[in-house]
Structures are given as structure tokens and as C-alpha cells.
């Protein structure tokens, strides 16, 4: 079966904190794609990571993909109240198809 | 620059009545296009895709039904709808090269009473 699993599905954080958020995939895709939703709205494109060994950073947020682990990794550093919102990653298995993650909810404390 | 639209942004309607969910792209032209629902605090379903006019793949079984009358529009319909059926639905659009990513209209939040 062709899945995507995000591990946490739920974090809690303190702002100035650093953590990262799992995502392991089944697709054999060499390609992720990682997307922010802010709640009731709809999906932002962060990063596309294109190979293995990709690396990806906008400002406190870093993307990183292992395809031959088929993990790929969305670290956050110094983490700010900004940055409350829920991640997806998603995995192509076709040239039209994605497989999504089911998303990590993402709160940081002031 | 490309940009996505879709309406309305929120809908109230009684079990058993019709659906019409409207999503045009403007500024490229034989985009793929998607329509995805979002259950609360769930992540992506993906409903239905369109690689060219007249082209649909239906992903589930299910009483909702998608068209593609024009290049850049894309519509999700329903003859009957049921209270499974209430959800977040977004509408994408994107490439067949998958070294760019899929980009999301406003999406419609559906209620069925």
C-alpha cells in the first residue's frame, strides 16, 4: 500500500524551540513536497525537494529528503508564534498523483 | 502569473439537493487540475484529476462527479448530496513535470444539513 505518514501528527512548542517533523513515504518517487495550512485556509507550497541529499531552508523552516531512507525531514529552528500551523508533505506516485501525509498540527507558545 | 480561482467560498445545503463547485486558472494554459476534500483536521483526499478537456479520473466511488468543459475550468458536481459530503474541497492546479508543486485555490467549506 502506497503511504505517507507524518510523525508528529501533533506538537506543541515553546517559541525559541527547535524541532523537526518526520514524514516517511512508500512512493519509490525522488521528489517531496512540503505545504503549510493556516487554519480555515487553504494549502502553501514550502518547499519541493527535487533529489536525494536535497536541502531547502526559508528562514527558521529547513527541508531535507533521504529517498533512499524515503524520509524526509522539516526542521524548525528558533521556532516564533508565526510559525503555528499545520505541515503536510506529499509524495508523487504517478506524474499527476500525489500521496499526503495526513498533516502535523504544529502550535508554538508565546 | 498564474493565479486560481474558486467559488463560492462557503456553502450551506440541505441533504439531497444539487452541487455546482466552480475553479478556473488563469495564465497557463493545459494545466493538470484536482479536486481534493478535506475532512476536519484530516488531511487531503483527492477526488478527481484532469489532465485535458473532456479527461476525468475519479479517484473514490462516490455521488460527486467532476467536468472539464474548457481548458482551464473545472467543475465538481453532485445530483444529490449526502452528509458525508460536507468537507473543506480545493481545487489545484499543476504541472505534469512534477519538479514544481501543486497550487491550491481559496477552497469551499460545504455544510449539508
Known amino acids: 500500500e502506497l503511504k505517507v505518514e507524518q510523525n508528529p501528527l501533533f506538537l506543541s512548542m515553546q517559541e525559541g524551540k527547535n524541532y523537526t517533523i518526520y514524514c516517511n513515504y512508500s512512493?519509490?518517487?525522488?521528489?517531496l513536497y512540503w505545504y503549510r495550512q493556516d487554519p480555515g485556509k487553504s494549502l502553501e507550497s514550502l518547499f519541493v525537494l527535487l533529489s536525494n541529499g536535497a536541502v531547502k531552508q526559508e528562514g527558521r523552516l529547513m527541508a531535507s529528503l533521504d529517498t533512499k531512507a524515503r524520509l524526509s525531514t522539516l526542521h524548525i529552528t528558533a521556532a516564533v508564534h508565526d510559525l503555528s500551523a499545520t505541515y503536510f508533505c506529499a509524495a508523487p506516485y504517478s506524474n499527476y498523483q500525489l500521496i499526503w501525509g495526513a498533516g502535523t498540527k504544529l502550535i508554538i507558545k508565546p | 502569473s498564474q493565479t486560481i480561482h474558486q467559488w463560492p467560498a462557503t456553502l450551506v445545503q440541505p441533504v439531497g439537493s444539487p452541487l455546482s463547485l466552480e475553479c478556473t486558472v488563469e495564465?497557463?494554459?493545459?494545466?493538470?487540475l484536482y479536486w481534493y476534500r478535506q475532512a476536519a483536521g484530516r488531511g487531503l483526499q483527492l477526488l478527481f484529476y484532469?489532465?485535458?478537456?473532456?479527461?476525468i479520473s475519479s479517484e473514490v466511488p462516490q455521488n460527486l462527479s467532476a467536468s472539464r468543459p474548457q481548458d482551464r475550468q473545472f467543475i465538481l458536481s453532485s445530483k444529490k448530496l449526502l452528509l458525508s459530503d460536507s468537507g473543506f474541497y480545493l481545487c489545484a492546479w499543476g504541472w505534469e513535470d512534477s519538479n514544481q508543486p501543486q497550487h491550491f485555490g481559496d477552497g469551499t467549506r460545504l455544510s449539508i444539513l
Open positions: 512512493t519509490t518517487s525522488d521528489r
Open positions: 484532469s489532465v485535458g478537456i473532456g479527461q
Open positions: 495564465g497557463t494554459s493545459n494545466p493538470n
